[in-house]
């Protein structure tokens, strides 16, 4: 699927990830909240607990909490 853009809040460690009204991709108006933690592997994800931050696994399509890259401003789920 290619890239969609979508409207996003941080308010400290809290995301709010809002579905693009122009080019919506499926769900309702929030498509993911959660926090941001640093994972145990370096790389930043939006989790539901602090204890996401040692997930075994991360990444939308496995279940665990899902990545964020800021460099590229592009967030990966499933």
Same mark, same amino acid.
């Given at each position: ?11 400290? =460690? ?5 579905? =693009? ?32 931050? =040692? ?24």
């Amino acid at each position: 699927m290619e890239n969609q853009p979508a409207e996003i809040i941080i308010a400290e =460690n809290k995301i709010i990830v809002y579905n =693009n009204e122009e080019k919506p991709l499926t769900g309702g108006k929030i498509i993911l909240e959660g926090i941001l933690l640093k994972h145990k592997s370096g790389k930043w994800i939006i989790g539901e607990t602090e204890t996401d931050r =040692n997930a075994e696994e991360i990444g939308g399509c496995s279940g665990g909490p899902t990545p964020v890259d800021f460099k590229t401003k592009i967030i990966e789920w499933c």
